[in-house]
């Protein structure tokens, strides 16, 4: 009977002590309830972190906390302090071009992200797809106005005449300087490359654009002094935005070095005849010194010239035959003091194009996008090169474009790429001088001269920003096909140059991307 009563009250003890384990577990979790509920994410805490701190009440600059920047399993740890909260914290992820997540340095909240400091950024996609167009998050529109040296950092470059070899040429940098000075961020440089029988376009180009122009002249022999005829008659009888805007450099090889070069300062002494008529009427192709000696045009080495000299950060490197729509540079330093599309805050480096058009002999080069729309449904303009590369400079939603009213300023009208159908495309763009040069090994009658730039752009995952209000128009006149055999030799000998030499290094030199061709 006394063992029954001992193992009653043993049993009754187990009772009480495991009704009690079972209260201290409920009084333990009761603070918090049975489940842990996840805060909501704070999506602008890390737009925050990477583009600068948040504007407080009284206008000035707050930092975010600690807390509100960590995720929200870690904004308070119970039992660790907040040295050890910080060191739990995961390394936050950014997406790779292949989906791929690999751990990123989380940038300083102080940096101000300019668009300079942005080409720059490590050349990591956000997705592996078509970039986001989606509106500016809260912490983006919180990011302060920019005054324009701001937005733009630089430094200025150095104006002086020098004589240079660059390969086997030899080159006159600011041979002819222009008369204005300009600042690095004050405006938008035209780059280009001629020989002197196309200087006549520059007038127009200048109407249209005034800002700086950069050009490199090719002038071996006695072309050399037929360009400083040119030089000085456009300065003296042209228009005035001419000597105020207008660098010209000049370049020719080492085996047709001119008879004699004069000083800068004796060319911007003297004066030209202007009774007399310009230096290039009467002028053909064959009388030149490059025709005579069967020298090829090297179009990329000019391109590199004017391009590499210009004296602001932004340039556009173009063709002299190309006429941009009238006040580009202003609208679009504009746009990028304001910022206000995300792809300004994507890390990939960027670019922003130019679409190309044609109009025919009879017409003028139309002044506004208006304008533009009505010629094209009138049959008297066309996409450019659309009878002979159409692919070569098919734009990205180039109908959505036409299509679109024409507003006020300058814009981002959409993100492309130069993948899928787009993959021969050789776009026109105002950049940088930290894009990839261009090929001096390519001539112009070899063709394919801008494909091994474009494939480059490629390669580093380029965003090519197409602008909604800006455009070039070619000389009035549209291309059409003509039979060239020696010409076509040519191209075919610049194929085999591309495709065993060229192209084998630039996968060495830039490595490759999926979609990426020549």
Not at 413 to 434: Q, S
């Amino acid at each position: 009977m006394i063992g029954i009563a001992r193992r009653n009250w043993a049993l009754r003890l187990s009772v009480v002590l495991n009704v009690c384990v079972l209260l201290y577990v409920c009084a333990h979790f009761g603070s918090s309830g049975p489940w842990i509920e996840e805060q909501p994410t704070n999506w602008a805490a890390p737009l925050a972190e990477a583009f600068g701190a948040s504007e407080g009440i009284n206008g000035t600059r707050e930092s975010p906390s600690a807390a509100s920047s960590l995720p929200s399993s870690q904004a308070s740890v119970p039992g660790k302090s907040t040295k050890e909260a910080k060191e739990a914290r995961p390394v936050q992820a950014t997406s790779t071009g292949n989906g791929s997540k690999v751990g990123a340095t989380v940038p300083n909240p102080r940096a101000r992200l300019s668009p300079v400091t942005l080409a720059e950024a490590p050349k990591e996609r956000l997705d592996a797809h078509e970039p986001q167009t989606e509106n500016l998050t809260s912490a983006q529109e919180k990011q302060p106005p920019l005054s324009l040296r701001e937005a733009v950092a630089c430094n200025d470059k150095s104006v002086e005449p020098r004589m240079a070899q660059r390969g086997d040429y030899w080159v006159l940098y600011n041979y002819v300087p222009m008369s204005m000075s300009v600042r690095c961020w004050e405006s938008v440089t035209y780059t280009t490359h001629a020989d002197y029988t196309f200087l006549d376009n520059l007038e127009p180009l200048l109407e249209r654009w005034r800002a700086p122009v950069s050009i490199a002249i090719h002038a071996p022999g006695t072309d050399f002094q037929a360009s400083i005829d040119v030089i000085s008659y456009l300065r003296t009888c042209g228009n005035p935005l001419v000597s105020q805007l207008v660098t010209f450099h000049l370049y020719f090889s080492s085996k047709h070095v001119p008879k004699s070069v004069p000083s800068t300062e004796k060319i911007l002494a003297e004066t030209y005849n202007c009774s007399r008529p310009a230096p290039w009427v009467n002028v053909t192709t064959p009388k030149m010194y490059k025709s005579e000696k069967k020298l090829l045009y090297p179009v990329n080495v000019g391109r590199n010239i004017a391009r590499e000299s210009a004296p602001t950060r932004y340039v556009l490197a173009s063709d002299i035959e190309l006429y941009p729509s009238p006040d580009l540079p202003p609208k679009f330093l504009e746009m990028i003091r304001r910022r206000d599309h995300p792809a300004f805050y994507r890390p990939n480096p960027k670019v922003f194009v130019l679409p190309i058009f044609e109009v025919n002999e009879k017409s003028r080069p139309p002044r506004n996008k208006t304008r533009l729309v009505q010629m094209l449904k009138a049959g008297t303009a066309i996409p450019f090169h659309k009878k002979l590369c159409p692919g070569c400079h098919n734009v990205p939603r180039e109908k959505e474009w036409q299509e679109a009213p024409e507003t006020e300023g300058l814009h981002v009208f959409h993100v492309g790429k130069r993948t899928g159908p787009f993959f021969h495309w050789e776009p026109i763009f105002i950049g940088t001088n930290d894009e990839p040069l261009y090929d001096e090994r390519l001539s112009w009658e070899g063709m394919s001269d801008k494909m091994m730039q474009g494939y480059a752009l490629c390669v580093l995952d380029y965003d090519f920003l197409i602008l909604d209000n800006a455009y070039l128009v070619h000389r009035p006149g549209i291309k059409v096909y003509k039979k060239d055999p020696y010409r076509n030799m040519l191209t075919a000998k610049t194929n085999a140059l591309i495709k065993k030499i060229i192209v084998p290094e630039l996968k060495i030199l830039y490595g490759s991307r999926k979609g990426c061709t020549v």
